[in-house]
């Protein structure tokens, strides 16, 4: 049975993206072929082209380039990014990601709308990142986003699903691809992810930091290919007060 995401009219096997923004760019093709991923973030300050290295050279052919707006403090710079990166050759897919704060680097939601609407009437695929908010969820969905990419914790934090309830709610409420960004930390908390119903999960820094990143790389790509089965197969119903014999008792041993 075909299980395709489709985001924007473009159909993708593997359900996990990749954020390639802290790896080196000598590791970035051996992770991504490991990973099995066939979208990839980039940040448009590695994409220098005419520089002495440049973060497109390193991308395997067939790869999906995802151009994040990182460093966007207003949708206005959100969509100036978006367009540069077009520009350069990096496609019409776009991650808007819009923080105006160093400290927390929360996304800012409202700004992340307007970029959103622009972008999309300029015939991007937007893929938008924000906190998990029903509201602006279906603000971005009628802005004309592509895909809705909340944020599992803090960027960079990797400390998993805080936010789960919220993020279920989306996947119950929006009809667009969920795709968790950002806080996942390890395979069971993207396996986790897929289980609520996601869509895709994307990950960057628990690989990064992992010992052996390759192998990391492969861990979240099972796990994330399991979580995704595991939703589909439907989970089993949870027990809360009291426990049941997973073989038959009655009659056992009497004559």
């Known amino acids: ?5 489709v985001i924007g009219g473009h159909e993708f ?3 996990f993206i990749l954020g390639s923004g802290k790896f080196s760019l000598e590791i970035t093709n051996a992770v991504i072929k490991n990973a099995g991923v066939e979208m990839a ?3 448009l ?4 082209v005419g520089g002495e290295e440049n973060i497109l050279d390193y991308m395997p052919e067939g ?14 710079e959100a969509v100036r990014i978006a367009r540069l990166a077009r520009e350069i050759g990096c496609g019409d897919f776009v991650k808007v990601e819009v923080i105006h704060e160093s400290k927390y680097l929360m996304p800012d939601n409202y700004e992340t709308i307007k970029a959103t609407e622009q972008l999309a009437k300029e015939g991007f695929i937007v893929m938008p990142y924000m906190y998990p908010d029903l509201n602006v969820a279906r603000s971005l969905a009628d802005a004309g986003a592509a895909a809705i990419m909340p944020l599992g914790a803090p960027i960079g934090s990797n400390k998993g699903l805080l936010t789960k309830d919220f993020i279920k709610m989306l996947v119950d409420e929006i009809n667009l691809p969920i795709i968790v960004d950002a806080g996942i930390g390890r395979p069971s908390q993207a396996c986790e992810a897929m289980e609520i119903g996601v869509a895709a999960v994307m990950a960057n820094t628990a690989i990064a930091t992992a010992k052996d990143v390759a192998l ?7 796990a994330i290919e399991s979580g995704r089965a595991a939703y589909l197969a439907g989970l089993g119903r949870v027990l809360e007060y009291h426990a ?3 073989s038959p008792l009655t009659g056992f041993l009497q004559d």
């Not at 049975?1 to 995401?5: A, E, K, R, T, V």
């Not at 990391?216 to 099972?222: D, E, H, P, S």
């Open 63 to 76: 790869i999906t380039l995802l151009p994040n707006t990182s460093g966007a403090r207003n949708a206005a």
């Open 13 to 15: 096997q593997s359900r």
């Open 45 to 48: 300050r590695r994409a220098n």
């Open 216 to 222: 990391m790389a492969k861990a979240f790509k099972l």
């Open 1 to 5: 049975m075909s299980d395709l995401l």
């Open 41 to 43: 973030t980039l940040a």
């Open 244 to 246: 049941e014999a997973s």
